[in-house]
């Protein structure tokens, strides 16, 4: 193979180019939340019990989060289009296996498969990006595009879920997958480039497999909470097997020649800032799509075809204002677009605490969902910015892999840790007499609070972490990338 240096690709090619990665990363965004509406069906059909329905949507996300580094330090290694062109390959024939499963536990393998591709095609494919637009307004331009697809799609999955559902079957919700797969496979090598690091020379398989298996076991030791107790002997020993592999990651990592989480690239606060207030991001909207539709369907009584209408509101209003936080972030400026998006999360969560039983669309949905619209619109496409914030081209990948890290995580966590809150609320309403529909709404109400402190935490985070002068700084040449000639 020859190195050689590539001139910027024409204008044109660019944003095909940058129109085909959205295109896959809706895909991947749209399966974190498409299953939320449906999982009343897929319950039912597969036999999956009321705890362990969670883990259609966790085993994604873990396993998503837990190897995206690692799929990062393969597209920079091994050639970003190629393992572009891998992650979707695996994204599809898994997305085929999840609408063909038999059983619950088919389900959740078959969903930890999709994680898996979804780990290889989000890193490479923000690589890809941010190789292709230098630092700059070209830049900020097409990853406000690209967070304008996270946002759109975290929003539009749960309208396309009951859509899908009612319509035909929950298998669909995957079997839509196929065809975009097949689209992105045939249009990537015309349209991408392919582009490497030469100077990474391994993987880290040993570290991804310690963070993995360390966070799938906290989200499981949270799950075994909501059942078993806080201070209970299995919640500990899980919990505290958990914290000993990700110290093992931690040391291993620090001592690693080429680590998979480099941890010297969060020196710089604004990358931090990002991370952080990406990991409160996922946790708070993660559990509150999961919160909210079992809300509208065993309390208010909604079908999966309108729990899905329901959420037209947000997936609408999340449109609009990620195409004005993109411009907004090129004239006035990341920091004010995200403080702003963070505040509209936190009051949004909060608007929701008020849920009840005998509650209407327009007096107990409507106005937080078109909040939550702003938030999402205002957060999504900032984080997306700064976290590449003054990035080299060497670690795009290792930047784009930890900043959906951090998403993925957080809403697998919050996932878990609301899901054991509103249960726990639920059952102790039940104790004191109260009827099933309105322990369901103490349940989730408490969830919410909770919620909408950890909105408010990514609030701080985005106002003391995140520098102006870090951003304005990060302005590069054009990037020079090495080639791999065929």
């Known amino acids: 193979m020859q190195a050689i240096t590539s001139e910027v690709a024409p204008d044109r090619r660019r944003w095909l180019a940058l129109a085909l990665l959205c295109l896959v990363q809706f895909m991947v965004v749209l399966d974190i939340a498409i299953v939320n509406v449906a999982l009343p069906s897929i319950q039912v059909d597969l036999g999956f019990s009321q705890s362990d329905l969670q883990w259609v949507i966790s085993a994604y996300a873990l396993v998503f989060g837990g190897f995206l580094l690692l799929g990062g330090r393969a597209a920079d290694m091994l050639g970003r289009r190629r393992v572009f062109l891998v992650g979707i390959a695996v994204f599809a024939v898994a997305s085929l296996l999840a609408g063909l499963a038999w059983s619950d536990t088919s389900l959740v393998a078959a969903r930890a498969f999709q994680g898996l591709g979804a780990a290889i095609i989000t890193p490479a494919a923000l690589s890809i990006l941010s190789t292709t637009f230098a630092e700059g307004r070209d830049r900020n331009v097409a990853l406000g595009a690209w967070g304008a697809v996270g946002g759109f799609g975290a929003a539009a999955g749960v309208l396309l879920g009951g859509i899908l559902t009612d319509a035909l079957s929950w298998e669909w919700i995957f079997f839509v997958n196929v065809p975009v797969g097949v689209v992105g496979l045939v249009l990537a090598p015309v349209l991408l480039r392919e582009s490497r690091d030469a100077s990474v020379q ?10 993995t298996s360390g966070l799938s076991l906290l989200v499981y030791a949270i799950t075994q909470a909501g059942q078993e107790g806080w201070l209970a002997a299995p919640t500990i020993a899980v919990g505290t097997l958990a914290l000993a592999l990700l110290a093992a990651f931690v040391g291993w990592e620090l001592r690693h020649p080429e680590p998979l989480m480099r941890f010297g690239i969060l020196r710089t606060r604004t990358v931090s800032g990002a991370n952080v207030a ?181 609030l701080v985070a985005a106002l003391t972490l995140v520098r102006r002068r870090e951003l304005e700084r990060a302005v590069l040449p054009e990037p020079e990338v090495a080639l791999e000639a065929a």
């Open 202 to 211: 391994r993987f880290d398989l040993p570290g991804a497999v310690l963070v």
């Open 278 to 458: 990406g990991f409160i991001m996922g946790t708070a909207l993660f559990s509150m799509f999961l919160m909210l539709t079992l809300y509208m369907q065993q309390v208010l009584g909604y079908s999966a075809m309108k729990t899905g209408v329901a959420y037209l509101a947000v997936a609408g209003t999340a449109i609009v204002w990620s195409a004005v936080a993109a411009q907004l972030v090129t004239r006035i400026g990341v920091k004010p677009v995200l403080v702003t998006g963070m505040a509209a999360l936190t009051v949004g969560l909060l608007y929701f605490t008020q849920v009840s039983v005998g509650g209407s669309y327009l007096g107990d949905l409507l106005p937080g969902f078109l909040v939550i619209g702003v938030g999402i619109g205002f957060s999504f496409v900032p984080i997306s910015i700064a976290a590449l914030a003054g990035v080299q081209p060497a670690e795009a990948g290792l930047a784009s892999g930890l900043i959906n890290t951090s998403q993925q995580i957080g809403g697998a966590l919050g996932i878990a840790a609301l899901s054991t809150i509103a249960t726990s609320g639920t059952e102790d309403s039940l104790a004191e007499g109260a009827l099933l529909p309105q322990a369901l709404v103490d349940g989730f109400a408490s969830a919410f609070l909770v919620g909408a402190v950890f909105a408010a935490l990514g």
